[in-house]
């Protein structure tokens, strides 16, 4: 059931000027008699052999149509207005896998293998851990090698080191499952380096020419270059800028030099 203001709303909508119901309405304002006199039709005579016909009670018509107020309409039609939907009701919503909770925690990221490759060296009384710009063992004439051969030479060492074992290539070509994460690249080196150099006569410092030698044996980064570092199980050890960082940048090698001219003491005092 409607109210009678909604109800003249529909009918003023309709362009419903007057009119009238045909059963009592529920709600309603009383009817006016004069309204019902006025739009009744002329009644007929009933013919004359005719039985009388019964009349049933026609109820009282409706008042006549008096327009709501224009504050009362616009009332009226905010209430019946059909509801848009909005941005939020349009949005997709998420599919939610079956036996999994909206609580659970992310599952971390797998950690991409390291990727490098590094040579160790023996000059006089210096070892050097040098990363191979290529992957490949540093050739005579390589200019990565003939840079080498140029830092030994100043640094009052022998120009042509000697190989000490096979490259580290990490990650390592192994089958199964094995870490091959940042942690275990730094435990495999430092033990590598460790054997070898037990193997070989007491050095009195390990070069660490690259930014893979110096993160993976000597446990620090980039802002250690032309510093030296006290390693455990490794001992002392000097941190160098890549062969090819120095080649595409020769502003480094400057600071290289000064900082050689303090370090070099260390090996030629033991030679």
Known sequence: MITELRRRAYLSAMQVVSWLPRVELPFAAPSRPELLQAQAAPELEPPALAAPVERQPVAEAAPAYVPPAAEELAVVRAK?????????ARQAVAPVVEGESESAEPKPAPVTPPRFALQLLRAGACAVLVELPTGEPLQGRD??????????????????PQLIGEPVRWPLLVRGQIDQGPGAALEFVQSFVGARLEEQEPCSCLWLVGLPAIRFAGEADAD????ELQVEGLGAAWALPGLELLMDEPARKRELWQAMRRVRQRWLAAT
Do not use: F, M
């Open 80 to 88: 019946i207005e059909v509801p848009r939907p909005t941005v939020v």
């Open 224 to 227: 250690a270059y032309n510093r």
């Open 143 to 160: 200019p990565a090698y003939l840079l080498l051969k140029d830092l030994l030479r100043a640094a009052g060492l022998p120009d042509s």
